[in-house]
């Protein structure tokens, strides 16, 4: 299989305080099942859905504890030069490329308006194995306060086109190609103030009341939903450990897909 294309999302990850923790309430709600977590790369512990890697969980390293949260990479071909990029958007790096064994290569970055997100330049690992299907990645937007930063920051760092979804002023959606990969929202007066921005990332399920359920009786938060679209029904929530993410039941559509305008 070949890496995907630069500016794709590829991977996704996420610190936590109580990995046993996170694997028993992930374990439950998507299904997942957990690799032996090898000492010498952090305890890094690959996710499988249906024996594919989708994701991963990890303990925070000394001086990185802080609020648990998923972290949604990009794929790069020169991790080096998307970096510079980063810098010359007005983004800043929180992490320069590092080289992970023979794995591949890894950036951590935050755009101008304060959102995180990874670079993944593919040695070994290239990425998911699986999209799309029950308890894999699917989609993902990045909630922010200041819109105008994002959509001027990550066209320009990964050749996007932006278009905005009709009737829906707040929403844009960045596309690769003819291949739409990144939604674009703005965070309400619904979001506390302390709350930082962040990229959403949706988990495939396959009945998203039913993982609704299996999420708030084991401690997670329903944020809201679950919402019937013509893309699927989905709902947004928090884990118990405050970690944000949605899932959607990509079978069950409602009504027609939506036109784009403005496409810049």
């Known amino acids: 299989m070949a890496a995907p294309p630069e500016g794709t999302p590829c991977w996704a990850d996420a610190m936590f305080s109580d ?6 309430f992930y374990g439950d709600v998507l299904g997942w099942t957990f690799s032996e977590a090898p000492t010498e790369f952090g305890d890094y512990t690959e996710v499988y ?20 949260q998923w972290c949604l ?18 983004g800043e790096l929180l992490m320069e490329p590092m ?17 995180v997100f990874g670079l993944w330049q593919a ?6 194995e699986v999209a799309a299907v029950p308890g894999a990645y699917c989609w993902a937007e990045v909630f922010t306060r200041e819109p105008e930063k994002s959509d001027a920051f990550f066209p320009a760092v990964f050749s996007y086109r932006s278009k905005r979804l009709a009737g829906e002023p707040d929403y844009r959606i960045y596309d690769l190609g ?8 703005r965070m309400t007066d619904d979001f506390p103030p302390e709350a930082p921005p962040y990229i959403d990332v ?11 359920t299996r999420a708030t009786e084991r401690g997670g938060v329903l944020r809201s939903g679950p919402v ?33 305008t403005e496409v810049i």
């Open 19 to 24: 990995v046993e923790g996170a694997k028993r």
């Open 49 to 68: 859905a249906g024996g594919k890697a989708v994701a991963a969980v990890v303990p925070p390293m000394p001086g990185q504890e802080g609020p648990s």
């Open 73 to 90: 990479y990009f794929a790069t071909e020169d991790a080096a030069a998307t970096a510079a990029r980063i810098r010359d958007g007005g």
């Open 99 to 115: 080289q992970v064994g023979d794995f591949g290569t890894m950036c951590l970055a935050r755009d101008p308006g304060g959102v």
């Open 123 to 128: 040695g070994t690992h290239e990425g998911f």
């Open 178 to 185: 003819e291949r739409s990969v990144l939604g674009r929202t």
């Open 202 to 212: 949706y988990f495939t399920v396959a009945d998203c009341d039913e993982a609704v």
């Open 228 to 260: 019937d679209s013509p893309f699927g029904r989905y709902a947004a929530l928090g884990d118990p450990q405050g970690a944000n993410f949605s899932v959607i039941d990509l079978t069950t559509t409602v009504g027609e897909v939506p036109r784009t």
